[in-house]
């Protein structure tokens, strides 16, 4: 690895995540033995208990378990699995909304994530404030935001309300603009979930054309999480099926896909 990649390592007890912008590394995101529990407490009484003491009693529920695999630059990997499999959770690994409880995970290069797309905004400054902060914290030039941020402001179609407050926005038009964002910046590492609905129907059409067109875009990792196998053979070469957070299968996408739907 070349020593002027800037590289991230947070350690988690017995977990660690390490994120850097090596491209030359043919590996973009590998997970190793993962695993990420949830308390689950009977009420948010006894939530607020167990941070003064360890003894209040807890269900838990394993969301990865052991969750091995690698997505290899420039790849479009599937993940399949049942509702509840662990497929979004995975993706929250990845961008860093959560963290795994055990194991390690890798990601080499910048994450863009379609998912969560209104959070992270603050609601007192405008859209476009917004926008340019996030260019900022993205790490563009002036000159690189300046060229961006017309396109963003279009696909948003927020029209005058783009100077307006984010809090005025209704919950419809935050997530436009992060879907406008998001897919705008060129990421080297794609995490796509399909349960994505963004706007109205015109709007989601909208957003599904231009999630294929990045997809199709040679150099860019996805990962990608769906419910139609087909639209999984279209854009992924391999896939990887999960259940109850474990990898049940690993392959190229058209064995994926039937072990899916035979299982
Ligand atoms: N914040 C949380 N607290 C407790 N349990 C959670 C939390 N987030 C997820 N889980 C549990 O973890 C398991 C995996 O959830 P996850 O959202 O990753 O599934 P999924 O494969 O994305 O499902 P779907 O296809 O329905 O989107 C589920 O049993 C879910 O209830
Ligand atoms: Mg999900």
Redesign the pocket.
Known sequence: MSSSVASQAIDYGEASVVRDEDRSNPIAVRFDHVCKT?K?YKNDRQRLLATFSNRVKCDT?N?SDDLTFECRRGEALALL??????????L?MITGV?FPTSGRIEVHGRVSALLELSAGFDMRLSGMENVRLRCQLWGLSKGESEELIPGIVEFSELGKYIDQPMRTYSSGMRARLGFAFASSIRPDILVV?E?LSVGDRKFAAKCRKRVSSIMEKEGVTVLF?T?STSQAKQFCSRGIV?SH?KTLFSGGIDDAVEFYENT
């Open positions: 949830y689950l529920i969301a699995g049942d509702n509840g499999a662990g497929k979004s959770t995975a929250k959560c979930d349960a999480v419910h999960l957070g």
